[in-house]
């Protein structure tokens, strides 16, 4: 927060735009000077005094004023009374006042209070001008515009920083909601387990592959169930029937391309969907997947697991829903368990590989 100015593009163009909405012109130094040397170098203490005395009073403000803080403040705001107009149109002058907003939103103090508070300021400050005041060709009359033109543009200043720390705020506060609306997302349609897709998620990823098919022919699933899981929890623990779970998920997921989905179904069963793909290039990947469980040996606490897997695959056909190829999967694969395990069998077809 060093420079200000810069990362609000103030520059000399932009300050030079703003003084001259302001009518505030270089004549105006003198009155400045005028305005520290007669009476605000002379009453900043007492002004400050009955400042914060004024937001004391109100639980609006005293409930954001640590007790504690408040000499350090006082110090702080007789600083800023006793260089109030002091060299406005420099840099060093926009960009202390460009620090006050983004103060304010940290702190708490919001625009309305900032606003009433100010007004108080501006005041006080007014209140200690001589009735009658003439000094060096400046009247009192020439004070009180300037305080008015300095006042806002102070205000300004503040109100553009304190809105773009708002801004900000918001704009962390969406960006925390996006993440977390993300990690949901994925909770729900990653199985923590495996990291597989859920049931639910490739109901999606079906119904969205069907949707969108020209030749419905082209898509196939495939319903894969673990053989004799039960036995293998039973005899090695559950510990090790998730690690088995595990690694066969991986070998599911090396298996198809990135367009296919692969799902956890149910406790040891997966689903598979597999876009723009024939049946036969289905029984690849089916004896493919196949081929690589039988292989796999799972390692778990000294011992060696051998997993055999059975698969049922159904094809698309022009009228299929997805509960259609789902009983047909369903039925491929306890047609695959009757006949031995460790095999594969297509809904409505004799081919069986094992």
């Known amino acids: 927060m060093d420079d200000l100015c810069k990362i609000y593009a103030m520059d000399i163009g932009r300050r030079a735009s703003l003084l001259n909405l302001l009518e505030l012109k270089t004549s105006d130094h003198q009155i400045s000077k005028i305005l520290q040397e007669y009476v605000l170098n002379k009453s900043a203490g007492k002004i400050v005094e009955h400042f914060y005395a004024y937001l004391l009073q109100y639980d609006e403000f005293s409930s954001i004023l640590d007790p504690k803080l408040i000499p350090a403040l006082k110090v702080t705001q007789t600083d800023y009374v006793r260089s109030f107009g002091v060299a406005f149109d420099t840099s060093q002058y926009f960009n202390h006042r460009l620090r006050v907003g983004y103060v304010h939103k940290k702190v708490g103090l919001t625009l309305g209070l900032y606003q009433c508070a100010y007004r108080e300021l501006q005041q006080l400050m007014l209140n200690e001008i001589p009735e009658n005041f003439s000094k060096e060709g400046v009247c009192c009359r020439d004070l009180y515009r300037f305080i008015h033109k300095i006042t806002a543009l102070d205000m300004t200043l503040a109100i553009e920083t304190y809105h773009d720390a708002l801004v900000m705020d918001i704009q962390n506060e969406l960006d925390n909601v996006y993440v977390e609306k993300a990690r949901l997302r994925e909770q729900v349609r990653t199985d923590s387990l495996t990291g597989l897709y859920t049931r639910d998620y490739g109901y999606a ?148 590989r094992n």
């Open 205 to 352: 990823v079906l119904k969205e592959c069907l949707g969108r098919l020209e030749d419905k022919k082209d898509t196939c699933l495939i319903l894969a169930d673990i053989d004799h899981f039960k036995v293998i929890n039973d005899t090695y623990g559950h510990l090790a029937g998730d690690e088995v779970l595990r690694q066969i998920a991986a070998i599911l997921n090396s298996a198809v391309r990135d367009l296919d989905a692969v799902c956890r179904y149910g406790g040891e069963e997966f689903l598979i969907v597999l876009c723009r793909s024939e049946a036969d290039i289905a029984l690849r990947v089916a004896e493919r997947i196949r081929q690589s469980v039988s292989d796999n040996i799972v390692q778990y606490n000294g011992e060696s697991i051998h997993i055999t897997i059975s698969q049922g695959i159904a094809v698309v056909e022009s009228e299929s829903d997805i509960m259609q190829l789902l009983n047909k999967a369903d039925m491929a694969l306890y047609q695959a368990k009757q006949q031995g395990r460790d095999c594969i069998v297509m809904s409505g077809a004799n081919d069986t």
